[in-house]
């Protein structure tokens, strides 16, 4: 079955640190990737996707994040988090051509000013 | 950008009831709604695929008779939570893909804020 791993539940970090999330998926096909963020109290919103072309994605808000196909992987990054970082991560794989979202269990992060 | 709304946002009930939750696209069309349930520090988990005029699919392990999604417009789609009991108590989350972004075949999915349901 396909599924979507988020090793890191909770992460704790200082403003100024870097930040990467760990995202790996089960899926021998083709997939597009997506990273959603969940701010307290509000619905989910698109961080970045990827589709095809350069494996290092740049989304919103200074986040990136690099496909490696060979390790299934899809690992959010940002260089320097701030305080209105603090929110849940959600990792979601969508395979071959369905319009079905898997998602991962998510990381709550939160940011220590 | 593209707003997604949902109706109530908390809900609170007693067991044997039903419960109807409504979901609407604000500023756009979409024929596609998904309707996922999310519980605590648990991951979202897609229940249906709501379609526009026609019956909705159900994933796997999902009681159709239990969750009556019904999409009659192109902007509403609402989930009735039929007999509901203390386990059907979660975050119920809808999501509505927009037809006019498309990006190579895909069209994002735009969430709503959630509704939080218990049941007592």
């Known amino acids: 079955a396909q599924s979507v791993s988020q090793h890191n539940h909770h992460v704790i970090l200082s403003e100024a640190a870097s930040l990467e999330l760990g995202c790996n998926y089960s899926?021998?096909?083709?997939?597009?990737l997506f990273w959603y963020v969940q701010y307290p109290g509000q619905h989910l919103q698109l961080l970045l996707k990827?589709?095809?072309?350069?494996?290092l994605v740049k989304g919103i808000k200074g986040f990136e994040a690099e496909f490696i196909k060979s390790k299934f992987s899809f690992n959010l990054r940002k260089p320097s988090v701030q305080w209105s970082d603090t929110a849940e991560y959600f990792c979601?794989?969508?395979?071959?051509?369905?319009?079905?979202?898997?998602f991962g269990s998510g990381t709550r992060l939160l940011v220590r000013p | 950008g593209a707003v997604v709304s949902q109706h109530p946002s908390w809900v609170i009930c007693k067991s044997g009831t039903s419960v109807k939750i409504e979901c609407r696209s604000l500023d756009f069309q979409a024929t596609t709604m998904f309707w996922y349930r999310q519980f605590p520090k648990q991951s979202l988990m897609l229940m249906a695929t709501?379609?526009?005029?026609?019956?909705?699919?159900?994933e796997q392990g999902v009681e159709k008779d239990k969750f009556l999604i019904n999409h009659a417009s192109l902007t509403l789609s609402t989930l009735t939570v039929t007999s509901a009991h203390p386990e059907d108590s979660s975050f119920y989350i809808c999501?509505?893909?927009?037809?006019?972004?498309?990006?190579?075949?895909?069209?994002?999915?735009?969430f709503g804020p959630g509704t939080r349901l218990t049941v007592l």
């Open positions: 990827y589709f095809s072309g350069d494996p």
């Open positions: 979601a794989v969508r395979p071959d051509s369905s319009y079905k979202l898997i």
């Open positions: 999501s509505a893909r927009d037809w006019g972004r498309e990006v190579a075949g895909y069209n994002e999915q735009f």
């Open positions: 709501s379609n526009e005029g026609s019956k909705a699919t159900y």
């Open positions: 899926y021998g096909g083709t997939v597009n």
